[in-house]
T-cell receptor, first 113, second 110 residues
Framework: AQSVAQPEDQVNVAEGNPLTVKCTYS??????LFWYVQYPNRGLQFLLK??????LVKGSYGFEAEFNKSQTSFHLKKPSALVSDSALYFC???????????FGTGTRLLVSP | EPEVTQTPSHQVTQMGQEVILRCVPI?????FYWYRQILGQKVEFLVS????????KSEIFDDQFSVERPDGSNFTLKIRSTKLEDSAMYFC????????FGSGTRLTVV
């Protein structure tokens, strides 16, 4: 069965500093990996995905993520955080051959001015 | 950019009542999903729908839940006899390039 772990409930970072939100996954086949952001009382907004190809994936709003097969990780990164990046971030995986996305528990990112 | 539209945005219902949540998917996308999220917590898979049939469902999607396409295009999620623990945000989604989610229906069971 596929699963996702987001080990940090909350990440605090100062504006202008780099940020990392961690994600590890477990699948039986090839992983399709996704990051979503959720602002209060809003839906899930797609940030980026990894299907195949380059391990470094660039997405919306300056975010990127690095796929590491040996460590089964897909950490979300941004070189310089903004206060407006403060939100709830979800990592998700779909196992090749299955249809559903499985989500992690989410990480709250708090960027201080 | 194509959108998935959900109605209503918020519904309050009494325990034991039936509720119907509605979703207008993106046209011509065959894969469709319902998820729920309890109070800003984990997003949980309920059911997937492919080519007019349920393709997968979770343990949460028991006999009190059903999904239909009443007019061949829109989708509904019906909860027959709501319980307090059904209070959650319910999201529908299409499988697009990155899975497109609707803005959700907040269901409050009192």
């Amino acid at each position: 069965a596929q699963s996702v772990a987001q080990p940090e409930d909350q990440v605090n970072v100062a504006e202008g500093n780099p940020l990392t939100v961690k994600c590890t996954y477990s699948v039986s086949g090839n992983p399709y990996l996704f990051w979503y952001v959720q602002y209060p009382n809003r839906g899930l907004q797609f940030l980026l995905k990894y299907i195949t190809g380059d391990n470094l994936v660039k997405g919306s709003y300056g975010f990127e993520a690095e796929f590491n097969k040996s460590q089964t990780s897909f950490h979300l990164k941004k070189p310089s955080a903004l206060v407006s990046d403060s939100a709830l971030y979800f990592c998700a995986v779909r196992d090749e051959g299955f249809q559903k996305l499985v989500f992690g528990t989410g990480t709250r990112l708090l960027v201080s001015p | 950019e194509p959108e998935v539209t959900q109605t209503p945005s918020h519904q309050v219902t009494q325990m034991g009542q039936e509720v119907i949540l509605r979703c207008v998917p993106i046209s011509n996308h065959l894969y469709f999903y319902w998820y729920r999220q309890i109070l800003g917590q984990k997003v949980e898979f309920l059911v997937s729908f492919y080519n007019n049939e349920i393709s997968e469902k979770s343990e949460i999607f028991d006999d009190q839940f059903s999904v239909e396409r009443p007019d061949g295009s829109n989708f509904t999620l019906k909860i027959r006899s709501t319980k307090l623990e059904d209070s959650a945000m319910y999201f529908c989604a299409n499988r697009t390039d990155g899975y497109t989610f609707g803005s959700g229906t907040r269901l409050t069971v009192v």
